[in-house]
């Protein structure tokens, strides 16, 4: 029993990560892209723009796939780096380095 806790709890928790990190990716997409639609209004005041729209399904869809990806054990030393780079990030207090697409996307 105790051996089958010691898989089970940490194989939950990566996934978790992986779909707490999907949805971050998702949110960061999402961002840049009404950012872009804004600076676009602002240049043509027309704004014939599709404004982007935040879906929850896809938050949810991508939060899947961070789960997906995270558990599949083919790619856990490219998440092990990942999560080192952004444990250092968050250490030395990098904020900027926060904003990147490096920084927030699942893979």
């Known amino acids: 029993m105790k051996k089958r806790l010691a898989f089970i709890i940490p194989y939950t928790s990566l996934g978790v990560v992986g779909f707490f990190r999907g949805i971050n990716e998702y949110k960061y997409n999402y961002k840049n892209a009404f950012d872009s639609y804004e600076n676009d209004c602002k240049k043509y005041p027309d704004c014939k723009f599709n404004k ?56």
């Open 52 to 107: 982007p729209i935040f879906l929850y399904l896809n938050s949810f869809f991508n939060g899947t796939y961070g789960t997906l990806m995270y558990l599949n054990p083919f790619f856990i030393p490219v998440f092990i780096y990942k999560e080192f780079y952004r444990l250092e990030v968050n250490v030395r207090g990098l904020d900027e380095e926060k904003k990147t697409r490096k920084y927030n996307e699942v893979f």
